[in-house]
């Protein structure tokens, strides 16, 4: 499976200067959020693959003007072609706003999806705006990552935490990896191409099925 990546910054390769055929190949996009919504509908039309989503902290205008054609899966579970995906979006409160959440709400929001996370038998891919706290994030109060983002990753063992929030033209010496436990951290700021292998999980067909646009090549099943 190909997936690209995206976060922050739209990538000008991927829109002002599109040409058919720069999206062929991909199975699936993930944006961890501040991105503009018109940017993620044109690559959802352009691309032949879901465009799934969670929000930043910029993003209060989707509020009102939501993706086209975009799934949000904020606080949310699906499985795609076997791949399990869980969203969290938003940053660590820094000033009023949108998006924004203390640690007691990130845990909060982790502790309720404790029961789909059994059901789904765990999780392979947690895509974030923030990144865990001291793994890719600042010092800076805008830029502090999650203390409960790095709890779940002790607990869950996802194999990827996606995310952005913290741009990689802050620093000339910021790692996109990073390894912790048995999960790779990679800050998909702009851009980032993923490619897996396909993970076959029979035993979770029996999951509600959501069909996109009536095309069954885009399936996504939410536990």
Same mark, same amino acid.
Request: charged share 25%; net charge neutral; proline share 6%.
């Given at each position: ?12 390769? &991927? %829109? #002002? ?29 352009? *691309? ?6 969670? !929000? ?11 993706? #086209? ?5 904020? #606080?949310? $579970?699906?499985?795609?072609?076997? &791949? @399990?995906?869980?969203?969290?979006? *938003? ?16 845990? @909060? ?8 996370? %059994?059901?789904?038998? *765990?999780?392979?891919? /947690? $895509? ?20 409960? &983002? @790095? ?11 996606? !995310?952005? !929030? /913290? ?5 000339? #010496? ?24 396909? $993970?076959? !999980? ?8 959501? %069909?996109?646009? *009536? ?9």
């Amino acid at each position: 499976m190909k997936i690209l990546a995206i976060s922050d910054e739209e990538c000008a390769s &991927l %829109w #002002d200067y599109y040409v058919p055929g720069k999206l062929s190949g991909y199975d699936l996009i993930l944006s961890c959020g501040d991105l503009k919504a018109d940017y993620l509908s044109f690559l959802v039309t352009m *691309g032949s693959c879901p465009v799934l989503y969670v !929000h930043g902290n910029h993003d209060g205008s989707y509020r009102q003007f939501p993706p #086209d054609g975009c799934d949000c899966i904020d #606080d949310r $579970i699906v499985t795609y072609n076997g &791949l @399990r995906i869980l969203g969290l979006g *938003g940053c660590l409160r820094y000033h009023p706003g949108p998006y924004q959440y203390s640690e007691k709400e990130m845990r @909060r929001r982790i502790r309720k999806l404790r029961y789909r996370l %059994w059901c789904s038998g *765990g999780v392979d891919i /947690v $895509i974030t705006h923030s990144p865990p706290r001291g793994l890719g994030d600042d010092s800076d109060p805008a830029h502090r990552g999650f203390e409960a &983002l @790095r709890a779940l990753l002790d607990k869950y063992h996802p194999a990827y935490l996606l !995310h952005g !929030h /913290v741009h990689m033209r802050y620093g000339h #010496d910021r790692s996109r990896e990073l390894t912790y436990g048995d999960t790779t951290i990679i800050n998909v700021s702009e851009r980032y191409t993923l490619e897996l292998p396909d $993970i076959p !999980h029979p035993a979770r067909q029996h999951n509600q099925v959501i %069909w996109k646009n *009536g095309d069954p090549y885009r399936k996504i099943s939410d536990f």
